[in-house]
């Protein structure tokens, strides 16, 4: 069982949850989890820039003149298979978070909004694993399944952001109306950034599906070369990263193993007003 481990300034051992709550740092249940999936987050995104850019520089095609046909499905595969390691990290990523939002007893809409991303990250992985197991010719795989992983996905975040900013606003997880820029509103704001990162890929994914039809359900590796499609693949992907490092900030970047109570393990969220009551 992953203990909590609170970010506090170094000194003298802390027991005392009332000096803890008063000394003015905040407390993150189960910090250690909720970092690991953070940083899983920030390889995910990373590697999905990483893919789009590598799109926009006509690695999925057309075929160039006087392009041996292996040097073209090389570079077909080596994107595909950064999106393949990329889906298996959202996976990974949002099965850790499921587990942390049902340990610290989350609000139920955001237990829904986590398991719905950890339906689309799903979805996510079929379009990488089949292009490289040859589903289709000249094919970046069944681009359906991204369509329908990306609304999951962007439906997820709009359900966590919703409960964060109306539902449980000025409560332990959601946002502090009183002091807008304080630390426990962190999550709100890399929140943000993901709903802004997913509806930015919303439209790309409907694109590239509606645009150039084929046959079995797949699509020309070309059918993203639009310069438009480029713009909101690579925005959306910044935006999920920024999302990703601000939670690795507000958890703290590094993990720190010293003394801890296990008083915290019990239901206190970030905020230092969890740890007064």
Not at 120 to 125: L, M
Request: aromatic share 14%.
């Amino acid at each position: 069982m992953v203990q909590s481990e609170p970010l506090v300034p170094k000194g003298p051992d802390v027991e005392d949850l009332k000096w803890l709550a008063e000394s003015g740092w905040p407390l993150v249940p189960r910090r250690i989890e909720v970092l690991h999936a953070s940083w899983i987050f920030t390889w995910a995104s990373a590697s999905l820039l990483a893919e789009f850019i590598l799109i926009k520089n006509e690695y999925l095609g057309p075929k160039h003149d006087g392009e041996s046909d292996a040097d073209f499905f090389r570079k077909i595969n080596l994107v595909n298979a950064i999106g393949l390691i990329s889906c298996v990290w959202w996976v990974h990523g949002f099965f850790c978070l499921c587990h942390w939002l049902i340990a610290i007893d989350a609000a139920k809409l955001s237990i829904l909004g986590g398991l719905t991303k950890f339906v689309a990250s799903c979805f996510f992985t079929v379009q990488p694993l089949g292009a490289l197991c040859g589903y289709g010719t000249n094919s970046a795989g069944a681009d359906w399944s991204n369509l329908v992983g990306i609304c999951f996905f962007h439906s997820g975040n709009m359900m966590s952001l919703f409960d964060m900013v109306v539902i449980s606003r000025n409560k332990p997880g959601g946002m502090d109306y009183s002091n807008i820029f304080s630390w426990g509103n962190l999550p709100v704001l890399g929140m943000f950034f993901y709903t802004l990162g997913s509806g930015l890929l919303v439209p790309p994914n409907a694109w590239v599906y509606e645009s150039t039809p084929g046959a079995n359900g797949y699509h020309p590796s070309y059918a993203a070369s639009g310069d438009r499609t480029h713009m909101f693949q690579i925005s959306g992907a910044t935006g999920l990263l920024i999302g990703s490092l601000i939670f690795c900030h507000w958890s703290g970047w590094v993990p720190r193993f010293g003394k801890r109570s296990p008083k915290m393990d019990n239901d206190f969220w970030w905020t230092v007003e969890a740890a007064a009551n």
